[in-house]
């Protein structure tokens, strides 16, 4: 990291950043060419492991382009706000992030579906309620985590 100064080391506040934010953008490599998707998630952090949970439909572009190759990368972001100045090019931008890589893995056992949707609920919704799915339901949803292998933070305040 170039700017160790604005380096964030504690892994407490990573995880405070990273409940703050509702979108995760995912990045996949499509046949060597970038793409990049932002998506509602859900997350935990247990055994010192950060795990990302995501849904979706059981089709489409991210699916084929994550069967094809799992490796990814996420991006989250969230207190932002412009630090003016009196010139243009003395304006900054204050911002907390987090980004990480792993791997994929589609989710396939009913358990552990339910799971990464409660996760998903809890985390976008802030209740902790264990919901109830139909068979029916989960079989319509694709649901997917990243195992995060490592993960940074940086952090420029106002």
Same mark, same amino acid.
């Given at each position: 990291?170039?700017?160790?100064?604005?380096?964030?080391?504690?892994?407490?506040?990573?995880?405070?950043?990273?409940?703050?934010?509702?979108?995760?953008?995912?990045?996949?490599?499509?046949?060597?060419?970038?793409?990049?998707?932002?998506?509602? @998630?859900?997350?935990? @952090?247990?055994?010192?492991?950060?795990?990302?949970?995501?849904?979706?439909?059981?089709?489409?572009?991210? %699916?084929?382009?994550?069967?094809?190759?799992?490796?990814?990368?996420?991006?989250?972001?969230?207190?932002?706000?412009?630090?003016?100045?009196?010139?243009?090019?003395?304006?900054?931008?204050?911002?907390?992030?987090? %980004?990480?890589?792993?791997?994929?893995?589609?989710?396939?056992?009913?358990?552990?579906?339910?799971?990464?949707?409660?996760?998903?609920?809890?985390? &976008?919704?802030?209740?902790?309620?264990?919901? &109830?799915?139909?068979?029916?339901?989960?079989?319509?949803?694709?649901?997917?985590?990243?195992?995060?292998?490592?993960?940074?933070?940086?952090?420029?305040?106002?």
């Amino acid at each position: 990291m170039r700017r160790k100064e604005r380096e964030i080391t504690d892994t407490n506040e990573k995880l405070n950043i990273i409940d703050q934010c509702k979108v995760c953008r995912l990045a996949m490599s499509d046949n060597g060419q970038p793409y990049i998707v932002p998506l509602n @998630f859900g997350w935990c @952090f247990e055994n010192n492991r950060l795990v990302l949970y995501f849904h979706s439909a059981n089709e489409g572009k991210k %699916i084929d382009v994550l069967k094809t190759n799992n490796r990814a990368c996420f991006e989250i972001d969230a207190e932002h706000s412009l630090i003016e100045a009196g010139e243009a090019c003395g304006h900054s931008f204050a911002y907390a992030s987090i %980004i990480g890589t792993g791997f994929i893995e589609f989710v396939t056992s009913p358990e552990e579906k339910i799971l990464g949707l409660n996760s998903l609920m809890k985390h &976008q919704t802030g209740k902790d309620i264990q919901h &109830q799915y139909s068979e029916e339901a989960l079989a319509k949803v694709t649901v997917y985590k990243m195992n995060v292998e490592e993960f940074s933070g940086k952090k420029h305040e106002r």
